[in-house]
């Protein structure tokens, strides 16, 4: 994107923010994982600083999952502004039994076959060992790691009840997406 997507805004608000108050009445404890903390020191989060050098998703999600004082814990994307509460905490409700509780959907645009979206998913402590196998081993994928893990997939339709147009699991990547989303909420800036 080329700049920092925590900041670009939806409705008005950081995506940031959104996230934030979307999640904050659901977790005693909110945590940002960045490589660079001052930019958060205004919220109210508690940021953690990655544990290894290497960037991505997975050493994100490592890093938070391991400095969380919970045991079940869900992870999301700073870009992933219209994230839905009951669909976060249907999640939560379903991880007993599982490492993660992953959402799955048909993807049109990709062809056929199912997307998964790991990035607003539930991770257990549990999955630790398997994250840093992954790591240590230089596999960075998410995807490679869901893969080795014991998840409870939540299918589109379990979805659709909390969030009828999937928008929890959307997340922005390029200004055509962040524009697209602007005009989509009547944003003119």
């Avoid at 659901?26 to 919220?43: A, H, K, Q």
């Amino acid at each position: 994107m080329g700049w920092n997507k925590a900041f670009l805004t939806c409705k008005g608000r950081m995506f940031i923010w959104a996230v934030i108050e979307a999640l904050a009445p659901l977790f005693n404890e909110l945590m940002i994982v960045t490589r660079e903390p001052d930019l958060y020191s205004g919220f109210p989060v508690r940021t953690v600083v990655d544990f290894l050098p290497e960037r991505g998703p997975l050493t994100g999600i490592f890093t938070g999952v391991a400095a969380a004082k919970d045991e079940i814990n869900f992870c999301a994307a700073c870009d992933m502004p219209l994230i839905r509460r009951d669909l976060v905490q249907y999640m939560m409700n379903l991880a007993h039994g599982y490492d993660a509780v992953i959402p799955v959907i048909h993807d049109e645009k990709r062809g056929p076959g199912s997307r998964i979206h790991p990035l607003h998913a539930v991770y257990k402590k549990d999955c630790l060992s398997a994250m840093e196998r992954h790591l240590r081993q230089g596999r960075r994928s998410l995807h490679e790691l869901v893969s080795s893990l014991h998840v409870r997939y939540i299918a589109e339709k379990e979805m659709v009840r909390f969030d009828p147009e999937l928008r929890s699991i959307r997340n922005i990547n390029t200004p055509d997406e962040y524009q697209a989303l602007k005009l989509e909420f009547s944003e003119t800036h």
